[in-house]
């Protein structure tokens, strides 16, 4: 089974795409000195979302992320399924829909990610709110 976010955490995701639905996006920078928060619902899959959530940084002219994480959201919690960031260039998947409507996933990844979303939310918390 997938770990989900915390209640605390659960409760700023909720927050960040509050009124957000398939296809649209936001971004939230109430604060000059931390980096914006991007969040986009990417699709919808059965009674769940897919939603990215990112800060990104410019060098050398590009846009690049960190991080970038997905996660599925849906009555049960919400689950981080990726990561990604630029310098260093690390990508991970920790869950993934397979083509018969299922998912697998890496369970020791998915729960290192779950604990980091718990924190980077707390973070964004109390730099965005």
């Given at each position: 089974?997938?770990?989900?976010?915390?209640?605390?955490?659960?409760?700023?995701?909720?927050?960040?795409?509050?009124?957000?639905?398939?296809?649209?996006?936001?971004?939230?920078?109430?604060?000059?000195?931390?980096?914006?928060?991007?969040?986009?619902?990417?699709?919808?899959?059965?009674?769940?979302?897919?939603?990215?959530?990112?800060?990104?940084f410019?060098?050398?002219?590009?846009?690049?992320?960190?991080?970038?994480?997905?996660?599925?959201?849906?009555d049960?919690?919400?689950?981080?399924?990726?990561?990604?960031?630029?310098?260093?260039?690390?990508?991970?998947?920790?869950?993934?829909f397979?083509?018969?409507?299922?998912?697998?996933?890496?369970?020791?990844?998915?729960?290192?990610?779950?604990?980091?979303?718990?924190?980077?939310?707390?973070?964004?918390?109390?730099q965005?709110?």
């Open positions: 089974m997938l770990n989900k976010l915390n209640k605390t955490a659960e409760k700023t995701f909720h927050k960040l795409i509050d009124g957000l639905k398939v296809h649209e996006s936001r971004k939230i920078e109430n604060s000059t000195a931390f980096m914006a928060v991007h969040i986009e619902v990417l699709e919808q899959r059965h009674k769940s979302l897919v939603v990215s959530v990112a800060h990104y410019e060098q050398n002219g590009d846009l690049c992320c960190d991080p970038d994480m997905t996660f599925l959201v849906n049960l919690g919400v689950f981080p399924l990726t990561f990604q960031q630029a310098i260093p260039p690390v990508y991970q998947v920790a869950a993934e397979t083509e018969n409507g299922g998912m697998r996933y890496n369970k020791q990844l998915q729960k290192q990610l779950t604990q980091f979303a718990n924190g980077w939310m707390k973070n964004i918390e109390a965005q709110f």
